[in-house]
């Protein structure tokens, strides 16, 4: 609780000294990034214990609101909450200290404060146990990412900004709802009360846990960024600058998932079936949607924040499987689906976060976001090349890196549930398979794209060929997320375990059993299996088969070709403009999707948007003139007559207007004692 | 002679050098007058505090004597000779009328204070309208004169009364606290010759009727 309460303080730190150091912007970024590691760090010092012994922590601070408890509760689930923010703000805050130079003289130092202040928000938000401070602390939030947002200040970041304002809000206001009903249900707006609607002795009429569900699922969803509601996702994260986008994409939109598990299971208790329906439906159409409309863009951070809402498909995918778990009284099922949609959610935050501060690497040194103007960036910034690459990897989900982990708890969750007894089960398990399947192959061939399109080939302009490698702490940032996403990896069997425990102390049963072996269906229900040495070993062995084929049949062979060779273009003189590019490379796909492109169009909130604020000026305009006419000019024009009368008073010695001082204090002093007896 | 006696008396002489500090014309002449005036108030101080036993009255009137009788005198004094608007120094209102409505104030005082009932000042009644019936001549000066430096007297007379409202009814209080009372005084006419001269180096004149200028 103490390295809490040091890493809140440090976060605030760094935005107060960001705030006053406005005149000397050097400073200011480096002490909003070193303070903003600092805390990082001491969150996780925070987490980390409270994750590993499972206990929970609550203690009451003081609260200036009679109507509010300021509960602070350091559960499993928040601890998780807490690492997963930690890791990801250690990176980007050192990684910040010098990519912030890019904004020196465009309000360096006001990003600094809005950053800290974000984090340190988001880290309050999810240790605060009571309704009130929740919602606060999820204001404070959202405008200090729309701060972010418009950073750039162009028409392109303002209006991405206003996007997310208003449906960051109006999620916000569905969220407010389903808090006030849950207030009405039980008393109090302290969430150890929410909790008590999850028994049976004290639970509510369905329809109406179902609607404060239905409200807090498309409240949250609208932050998570899922489909239907994402429309300011792929927006609103690149304007942002790119630590910042790291940030939003990397654990913002999991604060979303966050408050979907919190009211759907904690709250709750996913007391009805098609809850979790509801919610594995809109993960796999979020998967799908998202990393397909990912694979149209050739803007690069676009396209990272569309695989945000593909990956916040995903874990809702595995939040789904867990609830129905919950819900059919499956426990092993619950457990393995919450599993496998936290570890996911972990693991995003870490790849996600990885590739944005790439991108924003990239960017730093190309000053473009499209990728088809980049090319050949891999022999000028090996470093980040190679971070890059790690994290491509790991967001295809490759073994043996982190997100092939995650999934694969999700794929054996939906395994496992499509065993299930029921019709309804039987059915959407394996659809749900096929869709986190299409997904992932998709996944793979966009990020062949980004990798090859960015960094293989030759450059195809200017600036990609002139570009070198970025300054140390950027790769330093980047370098802490790529090892982390091969720890994460390699080392699951012994963090598996601890995000078990999680998702058990979630759903309050006892932890299952991940044990290390080969097999993919558990051969016991409480057991989930999976050991990436393992993997790593046989996918070794894969690498030899046709390593040692080749060596075996080798037979006469072309001397090894050199670096500075041009590749062969058909006997034509090879030109830049024959690499592949990112249209060419997904053209067949495009045409291929065309129906779901289409589907994108309709579900951009930006036209009917547009029409409802132009019905809304043209009634206004029309019911203006009723107002001057009636209301404001013969109030005008009163005021302008009596004025006239009143200027004799104006009369320029000021000793008159000393008497009409004495007048009033006289008058003032009589009023009462007069009157003041009545 | 009884102390109530003298007190009452010598606050009627303060309501007589206050007319004259207002009627007289000279500016260097008033801040003679008002010098006057201020000895006749640190007898009264002197006086109460033999009457009362109050001795931090006395340490009060050593200070009033520095800050009133030598000091504020002295630095207007300085002021008048460093500034000269002949203009400024006609009155606004015949002394007549001056005494008239001098006379009209002590009389409204002698009612305002009639339905006071407090042990401590009951046989200082005349004494404590003089000091109320002060506030209202150091707005009559301020009223009536065109020099705004002389206008400061009006300050000072406002002063006086309520040093005097303050000594009657809280004769016992803290010699630091009175002094405190007393010297602000000081600091106050300052500002207000910084004032005076700051406008006279601009405009060259010390006439109410020219400063109209911030007029809307």
Same mark, same amino acid.
């Given at each position: 609780?103490?390295a809490?309460?040091?890493?809140i303080?440090l976060y605030?730190?760094?935005a107060?000294?960001?705030l006053?150091?406005?005149?000397?912007?050097?400073?200011?970024?480096?002490?909003?990034?070193?303070?903003?590691?600092?805390?990082?760090?001491?969150g996780?010092?925070?987490?980390v214990?409270?994750?590993?012994?499972?206990?929970?922590?609550?203690?009451?601070?003081y609260?200036?609101?009679?109507?509010?408890?300021?509960?602070?509760?350091l559960?499993?689930?928040?601890?998780?909450?807490?690492?997963?923010i930690?890791?990801?703000?250690?990176?980007?805050?050192?990684?910040?200290?010098?990519?912030?130079?890019?904004?020196?003289?465009?309000?360096?130092?006001?990003m600094?404060f809005?950053m800290n202040?974000?984090i340190?928000s988001?880290?309050a938000?999810?240790?605060?146990?009571?309704?009130?401070?929740?919602?606060v602390?999820f204001?404070?939030?959202s405008l200090?990412?729309?701060f972010l947002?418009?950073?750039?200040?162009?028409?392109?970041?303002?209006?991405?900004g206003?996007q997310?304002?208003?449906i960051?809000?109006a999620?916000s206001?569905?969220?407010?709802i389903a808090?006030?009903?849950?207030y009405?249900?039980?008393?109090?707006m302290?969430f150890?009360?929410?909790?008590?609607?999850?028994?049976?002795?004290h639970?509510?009429?369905?329809?109406?846990?179902s609607?404060?569900f239905?409200l807090?699922?498309?409240?949250?969803g609208?932050?998570?960024g899922?489909?239907?509601?994402?429309g300011?996702?792929p927006?609103a994260?690149?304007?942002?600058?790119s630590?910042?986008?790291?940030?939003m994409?990397?654990?913002m939109?999991k604060?979303?998932?966050?408050g979907?598990?919190?009211?759907?299971?904690?709250?709750?208790g996913?007391?009805v079936?098609?809850?979790?329906?509801v919610?594995?439906?809109f993960?796999c159409?979020?998967?799908?949607?998202g990393?397909?409309y990912a694979?149209?863009?050739?803007d690069?951070?676009?396209l990272?924040?569309?695989?945000?809402?593909?990956?916040?498909?995903?874990?809702?995918?595995?939040v789904?499987?867990?609830?129905?778990g919950?819900?059919?009284?499956?426990p092993?099922?619950?457990?393995l689906?919450?599993?496998?949609g936290?570890?996911?959610?972990?693991?995003?935050?870490?790849f996600?976060?990885?590739?944005?501060?790439?991108?924003?690497s990239?960017i730093?040194?190309?000053?473009?976001?499209d990728?088809?103007k980049?090319? +050949?960036l @891999?022999?000028?910034?090996?470093?980040?090349?190679? =971070?890059? $690459?790690i994290?491509?990897?790991? !967001?295809? #989900?490759l073994?043996?890196?982190?997100?092939?982990?995650?999934?694969?708890?999700?794929?054996?969750?939906?395994?496992?549930?499509?065993?299930?007894s029921?019709?309804?089960v039987?059915?959407?398990?394996?659809?749900?398979?096929?869709?986190?399947?299409?997904t992932?192959?998709?996944?793979?061939m966009?990020?062949?794209k980004?990798?090859?399109?960015?960094?293989?080939?030759?450059?195809r302009?200017?600036n990609a060929?002139n570009?070198?490698?970025?300054?140390?702490?950027?790769?330093?940032?980047?370098?802490?997320?790529?090892?982390?996403?091969v720890?994460l990896g390699?080392?699951?069997?012994?963090?598996?375990p601890?995000?078990?425990?999680?998702?058990?102390?979630?759903?309050?049963?006892?932890t299952?059993?991940?044990?290390q +072996?080969? @097999?993919?269906?558990?051969?016991?229900?409480?057991? =989930?299996? $999976?050991?990436t040495p393992?993997? !790593?070993? #046989?996918?070794?062995?894969?690498?030899?088969?046709?390593?040692?084929l080749?060596?075996?049949?080798?037979?006469p062979?072309?001397k090894?070709?050199?670096k500075?060779?041009?590749p062969?273009?058909?006997?034509y003189?090879?030109e830049?403009?024959?690499?592949?590019?990112?249209?060419?490379?997904?053209q067949a796909?495009?045409?291929m999707?065309?129906?779901?492109?289409?589907?994108?169009k309709?579900?951009?909130?930006a036209?009917?948007m547009?029409?409802v604020?132009?019905?809304?000026?043209?009634a206004?305009?029309?019911?203006?003139?009723?107002?001057?006419?009636?209301?404001?000019?013969p109030?005008?024009r009163?005021?302008?007559?009596l004025a006239?009368?009143i200027?004799?008073m104006?009369?320029?010695?000021?000793?008159?207007?000393c008497?009409y001082?004495?007048i009033?204090?006289?008058?003032?002093l009589?009023?009462?004692?007069?009157?003041g007896?009545? | 002679?009884?102390g109530?006696?003298?007190?009452?008396?010598?606050?009627?002489?303060?309501?007589?050098?206050?007319l004259?500090?207002?009627?007289?014309r000279?500016?260097?002449?008033?801040?003679?007058?008002?010098?006057?005036?201020?000895?006749v108030?640190?007898?009264i101080?002197?006086?109460?505090?033999?009457?009362?036993?109050?001795?931090?009255?006395?340490?009060?009137a050593?200070?009033?004597?520095?800050?009133?009788?030598?000091?504020?005198p002295?630095?207007?004094?300085w002021a008048?000779g460093?500034?000269?608007?002949p203009?400024s120094?006609?009155?606004?209102?015949?002394f007549?009328?001056?005494?008239v409505a001098?006379?009209?104030?002590v009389?409204?005082?002698f009612?305002?204070?009639?339905?006071?009932?407090?042990?401590?000042?009951?046989?200082?009644?005349?004494?404590?309208?003089?000091?109320l019936g002060?506030?209202?001549?150091g707005?009559?000066?301020i009223?009536?004169?065109?020099?705004?430096l002389?206008?400061?007297f009006g300050?000072?007379?406002?002063?006086?009364?309520?040093?005097?409202?303050?000594?009657?009814l809280?004769?016992k209080?803290?010699?630091?606290?009175?002094?405190g009372?007393?010297?602000?005084?000081?600091?106050?006419?300052?500002?207000?010759?910084?004032?005076?001269?700051?406008?006279?180096?601009?405009?060259?004149?010390?006439d109410?009727?020219?400063?109209?200028?911030?007029k809307?």
């Open positions: 609780m103490t809490l309460s040091v890493s303080l605030i730190a760094g107060l000294a960001s006053a150091l406005n005149k000397a912007e050097n400073t200011a970024i480096k002490l909003s990034g070193i303070l903003g590691a600092l805390g990082g760090v001491a996780l010092f925070a987490s214990p409270t994750l590993l012994n499972g206990t929970t922590v609550v203690k009451q601070i609260s200036p609101f009679y109507f509010a408890d300021f509960m602070i509760r559960d499993p689930l928040a601890a998780f909450m807490v690492m997963v930690s890791v990801l703000v250690v990176a980007a805050s050192i990684y910040s200290i010098s990519y912030m130079e890019e904004y020196k003289g465009k309000g360096a130092w006001a600094g809005f202040t974000f340190a988001m880290v938000l999810v240790v605060s146990d009571n309704a009130f401070y929740f919602i602390f204001e404070m939030m200090a990412s729309y947002v418009i950073a750039e200040q162009d028409k392109k970041a303002v209006d991405a206003l997310y304002f208003l960051a809000h999620g206001v569905l969220i407010l808090f006030y009903m849950m009405r249900a039980t008393g109090s302290n150890a009360s929410f909790e008590t609607l999850r028994d049976t002795a639970a509510l009429p369905v329809w109406e846990s609607v404060i239905l807090a699922f498309f409240g949250f609208a932050k998570a899922m489909i239907a509601l994402h300011w996702l927006k994260h690149p304007a942002a600058p630590n910042g986008s790291a940030l994409s990397g654990v939109v604060i979303g998932v966050f979907i598990i919190k009211v759907g299971i904690v709250f709750l996913a007391q079936l098609w809850w979790g329906f919610v594995l439906a993960g159409v979020s998967s799908v949607l990393v397909l694979l149209a863009e050739h690069i951070k676009r990272l924040a569309y695989h945000t809402v593909e990956n916040v498909g995903i874990i809702l995918m595995g789904g499987v867990g609830m129905i919950m819900t059919t009284g499956h092993v099922i619950a457990a689906g919450l599993l496998g936290l570890y996911h959610l972990l693991n995003h935050a870490v996600k976060g990885l590739l944005f501060l790439g991108a924003g990239i730093f040194r190309t000053h473009t976001k990728m088809e980049m090319g +050949g @891999a022999k000028v910034m090996p470093y980040t090349a190679l =971070a890059f $690459l994290g491509t990897m790991a !967001i295809s #989900a073994p043996p890196l982190n997100g092939f982990v995650s999934e694969w708890f999700i794929y054996q969750s939906l395994l496992s549930l499509s065993h299930g029921s019709m309804a039987q059915v959407g398990g394996p659809v749900a398979i096929i869709m986190l399947a299409i992932g192959a998709l996944a793979c966009c990020f062949v980004v990798f090859g399109v960015s960094f293989c080939g030759a450059p302009t200017e060929a570009a070198k490698e970025v300054p140390a702490p950027m790769v330093m940032g980047a370098w802490i997320l790529a090892i982390l996403c720890v390699l080392g699951s069997p012994w963090i598996a601890v995000i078990s425990s999680v998702a058990t102390s979630v759903i309050s049963m006892d299952v059993n991940v044990v +072996g080969a @097999a993919l269906i558990p051969a016991d229900g409480t057991r =989930a299996i $999976l050991s393992i993997i !790593i070993i #046989a996918l070794s062995a894969l690498i030899l088969v046709p390593v040692l080749v060596s075996v049949f080798r037979g062979a072309l090894r070709r050199t500075r060779d041009l062969w273009a058909c006997g003189g090879y830049g403009r024959m690499t592949v590019s990112a249209g060419g490379f997904t796909l495009r045409s999707f065309a129906p779901l492109y289409t589907l994108r309709i579900l951009d909130p036209p009917a547009n029409a604020l132009t019905a809304t000026t043209n206004a305009r029309k019911t203006e003139p009723v107002f001057d006419d009636y209301i404001i000019m109030v005008s009163l005021i302008i007559r006239d009368k200027k004799v104006q009369h320029g010695d000021f000793r008159i207007y008497l001082m004495v009033a204090l006289l008058v003032l009589f009023v009462p004692v007069e009157f007896g009545m | 002679m009884n109530d006696l003298l007190i009452n008396n010598l606050a009627g002489l303060l309501v007589v050098t206050s004259l500090v207002i009627g007289v000279k500016p260097k002449a008033a801040a003679v007058l008002y010098s006057l005036q201020s000895l108030l640190v007898g101080f002197l006086v109460i505090a033999d009457v009362a036993h109050a001795h931090s009255l006395n340490e009060w050593v200070s009033a004597f520095i800050t009133k009788v030598v000091l504020l002295g630095l207007l004094y008048f460093k500034m000269e608007d203009v120094e006609k009155p606004e209102i015949k007549v009328w001056i005494a001098a006379v009209a104030i009389i409204a005082s009612e305002a204070v009639k339905s006071v009932e407090l042990p401590l000042v009951a046989g200082l009644k005349p004494a404590l309208a003089v000091s002060h506030f209202f001549m707005l009559l000066c009223v009536s004169q065109r020099n705004i002389k206008q400061a300050y000072c007379l406002m002063e006086n009364g309520s040093s005097l409202t303050l000594a009657l809280a004769n209080a803290p010699g630091l606290m009175e002094i009372v007393t010297t602000d005084a000081v600091f106050a006419v300052i500002i207000m010759i910084v004032l005076a001269r700051l406008i006279y180096s601009k405009l060259n004149t010390l109410v009727r020219q400063l109209t200028t911030m809307g």
